[in-house]
């Protein structure tokens, strides 16, 4: 079963923008963390952002400065705000949940992931 689902991803131009949003279902019915990570071209995965239960964010240091995560919880919705790309921005980015669905022993949760490129 599909618990998050990304989208926003694609092409940009360095200086460029983009905004990433994670659809959270609410069979994940009690989130304790919440965040974005990436994974480029022959690297290992990181942090980028997360968000804590209590509204506390915490950047990575790639994108401390110029990326911005946001959370609308009437929508169940996680934003990444991702101002002035750079090339080594490029990966893909996964959406990653810490939560309940059933029981009280928290499971890790994680999207397919979406593409986003940093080209000229």
């Known amino acids: 079963q599909v618990y998050l689902v990304e989208s926003g991803g694609g092409e940009v131009q360095p200086g460029g923008s983009l905004l990433l949003s994670c659809n959270v279902s609410?069979?994940?019915?009690?989130?304790?963390?919440m965040g974005w990570y990436r994974q480029g071209p022959g690297k290992q995965r990181e942090l980028v952002a997360d968000?804590?239960?209590?509204?506390?964010?915490n950047y990575g240091e790639p994108a401390k400065g110029r990326f911005s995560i946001s959370r609308d919880s009437a929508k169940n919705t996680m934003y990444l705000l991702m101002m002035r790309l750079l090339s080594e921005d490029t990966g893909i980015y996964y959406c990653?949940?810490?939560?309940?669905?059933?029981?009280?022993?928290?499971?890790?949760?994680w999207g397919q992931g979406t593409q986003v490129t940093v080209s000229s």
């Open positions: 990653y949940v810490k939560g309940l669905i059933g029981g009280t022993n928290p499971g890790d949760y």
């Open positions: 609410r069979t994940i019915w009690k989130i304790y963390n």
């Open positions: 968000i804590s239960e209590s509204g506390r964010m």
